[in-house]
């Protein structure tokens, strides 16, 4: 097998970053704080570059709801909330990202340190014992006081665009520098889930991120990205087991990571990488 | 919250006075810092004569006479709510203490920024990006109100007998014209 170059459609910030949203969080001047007081106005985006589109819509969202209440608000600390760390704007912009190709090129602490470094969250999906199952990240500013709500939207959009094109570049290099790296953890979780006899749903979550990586990038045939994903997602929704407390409660789980496993097994038995 | 100096309108800004050798704050409305920026003369402008004069009085300096005249006529109010701002260990409106709060990361009202300001700020804004709000504030500080909220607060001012607060917001009304709406 040798690297190729595929088409640019490759590269798409859409494998990268997998949706995002901001809220605005506004309480009544006159109430109490309590839990379902709170006004949430929410607006969805697709790509990064969309994100001050996505603010005129939520700001006139916001001056239509300031036209029916009076919002707790302090000159000091802005737009009040409950939570003693929640002020200023309250402005959330929040987004999931896809970084496989940063961790295998073994490029995900610096890039994580850099994104904490401007006042942002970057979490992980830690289950099952696994952690940052899947290399799927949420990422949000926590901050909200002290920047104006378009400086943050433009310093928010930078961020998730330098994040984007860190993680393209680092899918480059790695079919191009590191190919065997890249053929070594598509092909060791592809013999997995096709000979596992056991997997739990976070096991066959953190499984699927590099087959979702190879298939975005058209190196996997029998299944598309799209299946790939939304495989993840069911996993992700399953609730956890608790810590079997009994023989009964182990032979529970094992038959349900047994019943899983077939199905996967069956699944992938023809999916190929194509690399 | 309410300007602390003429009661009247939105509190929007903040002043910094000195009383008795301590620190001080009083929030108040655009009109009111207006006034007091005026009346503070800034004995060294700047070269460039960039932006307004600051509004915050250094350490050693005594504020302007109008400023102290201001903190005598509102002592009374504002030594409740200063005391409560310095030592509060309990928010007035809500009875929810300064441990409880910091115990649950809950607040229990939002006079709880108020009364518990100094702990917030010395507690739970180090990660913030700066150390005070910049950006929108709600219209109902801006003075872009609604006719609906106005509307609502007239009738609320009425209802308690404020006739004083009942006639600037039928004023206020009266000068939006227009019907229903904006
Ligand atoms: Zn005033
Ligand atoms: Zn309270």
Known sequence: ?????????????????????????????????????????TELWELPSDIPDAYTRLEAAERRLAAEHVFAWHPEFGYLSPFPDHCGTGLHVWAEFHLEGLNLIGDLQPVRAGIEAMRMTFHGVDADGIHNAGHIFRIWNNATLGLPERKLVRRVMRTFEDLVTQELYARQMLIEDTPRIFEDSIMRALAILRSARLLSPWELFDLLSPIRLAANMGYIAGITGSE???????????????????????????????????RINKRFARVEFTF | ?????????????????????????????????????????????????????????????????????????????????????????????????????????????????????????????????GPKHVGSMPPTVTGEASRAYLERELKAAVAREDFKRAAALKRLIDALGGKEGQ
């Open chain 1, 228 to 262: 790939v994903i939304s495989l993840m997602a069911a996993q992700a929704k399953k609730p956890d087991l608790p810590p079997p407390q009994s023989i009964a409660d182990e032979r529970r789980r094992d038959n349900r990571d047994a019943a899983l496993a077939d």
């Open chain 1, 1 to 41: 097998m040798s690297a190729r170059r595929g088409p640019n459609s490759q590269f798409q910030a859409t494998h990268v970053v997998t949706g995002g949203s901001m809220c605005l969080y506004r309480n009544d001047q006159d109430r109490r704080f309590g839990t379902d007081d709170q006004h949430v106005i």
């Open chain 2, 1 to 129: 919250m309410k300007c602390e100096i003429c009661h009247e309108a939105d509190a929007a800004a903040v002043i910094h006075v000195k009383k008795d050798g301590e620190d001080r704050e009083l929030y108040v409305c655009k009109a009111c810092a207006a006034k007091s920026r005026h009346k503070k003369k800034n004995p060294n402008p700047k070269p460039n004569g960039e932006g307004a004069p600051s509004l915050e009085f250094g350490d050693g300096e005594e504020p302007p006479e109008f400023v102290k005249n201001l903190v005598e006529a509102t002592l009374g109010f504002m030594k409740g709510v200063v005391e409560s701002e310095q030592n509060s260990r309990t928010c007035p409106a809500c009875k929810t203490t300064w441990e409880q709060a910091k115990e649950s990361g809950h607040l229990g009202c939002p006079n709880c920024w108020k009364a518990f300001a100094k702990n917030i700020r010395a507690n739970f804004l180090s990660g913030q990006y």
